[in-house]
């Protein structure tokens, strides 16, 4: 599973204006692209469906060809996750793509969201609570076999706190945020990515002001 973020220097994901910050470049957009079309599905929290709107497709001509032709579908299979079914049928979420959009919701919330939803994409029970572990046995029995994690803070906490990140791609944008109010990339919690069990940097690359920093999951200190 792999975790990718954009965030300043000191952070933060956003700042705290009405509009999105754009935090990344051209250059690195087109090298998320790539990265996507490497996975079978991309998952991001129903707070970034609302907040940001996102398509979450493969926007080159070439690599959708390219994944047709390994007999794959040209767009990701889609998955949010919700808690309060908080959920407009009109994002462009649903309303963009071929390829299936799974919702995944506590017991208590999934069947009056699947009512309204109405088709627009398909709500999966995740227990009560919702549980990560649920989610991931899904989409495994649906064949998805590399998901991309593209957040927002809380979805990042959630899954790195839990221990199921293989490989997390950060991307260090050359400024800071410095307003407590905005959102951070992850948010308090207990990380076993911990002193004593640091994660191992595998790419340091320069992307004009940009800089990625790949780390992998395990290792020691030291």
Known sequence: MLLSCAMSVDGYIDDAAPE????????????????????DAILVGAGTVRADDPRLLIRSPARRERRAARGLPPDLTKVT?????DLDPGARFFTTGESPKLVYAPSGTAAELAGRLDGAGEVVD????????????????R????????????????FLTSGLVDELQLVVAPFFIGDPSAPR????????QSPERPMRLAEITRIGDLALLRYLAGGGRG
Do not use: Q
């Not at 995740?126 to 991931?136: D, F, Y």
């Open 81 to 85: 996750l919700t808690w309060s079914g």
């Open 126 to 141: 995740a227990g009560e609570p919702l549980e990560l572990a649920t989610v991931l046995a899904d989409l495994s029995a």
């Open 20 to 39: 999105r910050l754009r935090l990344s470049s051209a250059a690195d957009f087109d090298r998320v692209d790539t990265v996507r079309a490497g996975c």
């Open 185 to 192: 990339f992850v948010r308090p919690g207990v990380f076993p």
């Open 143 to 158: 064949g998805m076999r590399r998901l991309m994690v593209e957040g927002g803070g809380a979805v990042h906490t959630l």
